[in-house]
């Protein structure tokens, strides 16, 4: 699989994630895994024997290593800005699994670092790497929908295998649900509508505990776009479930999946905004384009008087599952990076400012949510 010229790449963090992620980045040619580390031994024993590659129980060690190239970091958040500093500091690319970091002083700090070593530091943020969110991405530019006024994200996450001791509980560890989680849709939604700011933010516990299962903010994005994003923990494995729905001036757009899949309009438009939107959702097996009769095509909305000639209700499903599109995500964005790695020019989807431009969303979400805490 590995070519002469492959870059080596050490894993930081032999969880859950890092796991699914070499398990991508062994099949991508321009990579070899030389070495992986976790401070439980059983952890790195178990991940390189399956790798077929050197466990290691000390991070410090990994990154000194003169075969590494390029350091995973996939630790719990706490965690990532003592590595990534150590990493670049030592003159390695980082991949950062999210969240950057804790707060906006790290994340600066970090990534100032990076800047002064002259290597790249992004944040794997797969969202930006799915065919569901770029065509979303697609109509809105294209305009034809109208302008995005409303968002709404609804993210309904299973608790199954967050028990009570898990680190994701631990605000101290995590930085609670904005940050550990949150990034990933704040970064989403930046992408989608520009910049914005948070204007209102809650959480709530769990009763009789300390765990903030709920949390809920408002960003105003500078374009107009009001977005409200909610986020639990605290559903059945089987009932895992999240959506966004974007309102537009003439119409909606849907989007199903955590891990985006289907994409849903149902909008007006005339003639040559159906061909662009029919062209858009290419490949749609489920969609319905109505004739509005003559006498209803000239319409008001939001007092600019527009003429429709069409009524689009357009489904679009890949035919992949969730698995190998997060699987396909993970590549996508690695590759890119690998790229920028090799070809400085090379202009990324992520760099690593989303990483902290997302922390700084979440970070003022905890802060307008409880203005006591300490972040
Ligand atoms: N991008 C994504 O889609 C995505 C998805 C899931 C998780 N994540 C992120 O990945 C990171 C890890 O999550 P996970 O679910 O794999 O967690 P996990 O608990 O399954 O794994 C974390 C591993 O890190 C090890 N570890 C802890 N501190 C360490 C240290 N200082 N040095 C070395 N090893 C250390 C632990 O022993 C554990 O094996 C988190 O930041 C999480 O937010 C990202």
């Known amino acids: 699989m590995n070519d002469e010229n492959s870059l080596g790449i050490g894993l930081i963090g ?29 952890a790195a024993d178990a991940l390189a024997k399956e790798l077929g590659v050197e466990a290691l129980y000390d991070p410090q060690e990994l990154i000194a290593r003169d075969d590494v190239n390029v350091v995973h970091v996939a630790t719990p958040p706490s965690t990532h800005y003592e590595l990534l500093l ?16 804790m707060n906006v002083t790290q994340a600066d700090e970090m990534l100032a670092a990076a800047g002064r070593n002259n290597v790249i530091a992004p944040v794997n943020f797969v969202l930006r790497y799915n065919a569901a969110t770029e065509l979303v991405k697609s109509i809105l530019d294209s305009g034809v929908m109208g302008r995005p006024l409303a968002a709404r994200l609804t993210n309904c996450a299973a608790d199954s295998n967050l028990p009570v001791g898990h680190w994701f509980w631990d605000k101290d560890l995590s930085g609670g649900i904005f940050i550990e989680h949150g ?28 765990q903030e299962d709920r949390v809920m903010c408002t960003i105003r994005h500078d374009g107009g776009t009001v977005a409200s994003h ?16 974007i309102i537009c001036e003439l119409g909606d757009i849907r989007v199903d999946g955590w891990i985006p899949l289907t994409v849903s309009i149902d909008a007006v438009a005339d003639e040559k905004g159906a061909e662009e939107l029919i062209s858009l959702m290419d490949g749609a097996e489920n969609s319905s384009v109505e004739d509005i009769a003559e006498g209803l095509r000239n319409v008001v909305s ?6 429709v000639s069409r009524r689009l209700r357009i489904t679009l499903t890949p035919n992949a599952d969730k698995q190998s599109v997060y699987a396909g995500s993970v590549r996508a964005l690695f590759e890119d990076q690998l790229a920028a790695i090799r070809d400085r020019s090379h202009a990324r989807i992520v760099t690593e400012k989303n990483g902290r431009d997302a922390v700084a969303l979440a970070e003022s979400a905890v802060r307008l949510a409880d203005p006591e805490s300490e972040i």
Do not use: N
Not at 193 to 209: N, S, W
């Open 14 to 42: 032999c969880g859950a994630f890092g796991k699914f992620c070499m398990e991508v980045f062994r099949e991508v040619p321009a990579v070899r895994i030389v070495a992986v580390a976790d401070v439980v031994k059983d």
């Open 86 to 101: 150590a990493a670049v500091s030592a003159g390695k690319h980082v991949l950062c699994e999210k969240p950057l970091a």
């Open 183 to 210: 990034v990933h849709f704040f970064d989403l939604y930046s992408y989608w509508f520009g910049p914005g700011c948070v204007i209102d933010a809650h959480t709530e516990k769990r009763e009789g505990t300390g």
């Open 230 to 245: 909610y986020h639990a923990f605290d559903q059945a494995a089987m009932m895992d479930r999240t959506d966004h729905r």
């Open 302 to 307: 939001r007092g600019v008087q527009r003429s």
